[in-house]
T-cell receptor
């Protein structure tokens, strides 16, 4: 399983765009990149997933360069409610309904008023 | 509501005791994963079951065991509990590949406190 490296913590003011970069040098050809958000005492929640280039949904964008050795989660105009831990995962479907995804330490994002 | 149900939400027990945590996966999901999250720690993968069979094992202690039943719900059994076992225990389920949106769906967790 590919190992991921991301900053331990980040601070941002409300209304700003936040970019969290994750390194995954050993990503395999079949691996997808998935980001989860976790609030204290809650289970992680899926944010976005991508394989290459750019993916955008209603809450975030995910930028993946051609070599796929890193990815950047972009949160537009963060609010206080975006204060959470963000996990970057690399892995994918391993057959028969199974997914091999490994959680790292995550990035603790603190949004300041 | 994620569709993954975990009970109980909170559990307080004494050292040396045994507890059982229960997880009902999303309807139709065949895989169940158990994770442990200690205070200020990341999510540690414990074990995975697929359609009743053990599929993968992570950092699960010998004092811990799990099983998945024919109705696909899963139980995580923790025995000879120690203070260090106090943690949040999460269950997640996954479905067969569904296009571009796949991965884990987590429950809200069981907070275990060993005193």
């Amino acid at each position: 399983l590919a190992k991921t490296t991301q900053p331990i913590s980040m601070d941002s003011y409300e209304g700003q765009e936040v970019n969290i970069t994750c390194s995954h040098n050993n990503i395999a050809t079949n691996d997808y990149i998935t980001w989860y958000q976790q609030f204290p005492s809650q289970g992680p929640r899926f944010i976005i997933q991508g394989y290459k280039t750019k993916v955008t949904n209603e809450v975030a964008s995910l930028f993946i360069p051609a070599d796929r050795k890193s990815s950047t989660l972009s949160l537009p105009r963060v609010s206080l409610s975006d204060t959470a831990v963000y996990y970057c995962l690399v892995g994918g479907y391993s057959g028969a309904g199974s997914y091999q995804l490994t959680f790292g330490k995550g990035t603790k994002l603190s949004v300041i008023p | 509501d994620s569709g993954v149900t975990q009970t109980p939400k909170h559990l307080i027990t004494a050292t040396g005791q045994r507890v059982t945590l229960r997880c009902s996966p999303r309807s139709g999901d065949l895989s169940v994963y158990w994770y442990q999250q200690s205070l200020d720690q990341g999510l540690q993968f414990l074990i995975q079951y697929y359609n009743g069979e053990e599929r993968a094992k992570g950092n699960i202690l010998e004092r811990f065991s799990a099983q998945q039943f024919p109705d696909l719900h899963s139980e995580l059994n923790l025995s000879s509990l120690e203070l260090g076992d106090s943690a949040l225990y999460f269950c997640a389920s996954s479905a067969r590949r569904q296009g571009a949106n796949y991965g884990y769906t987590f429950g809200s967790g069981t907070r275990l406190t060993v005193v």
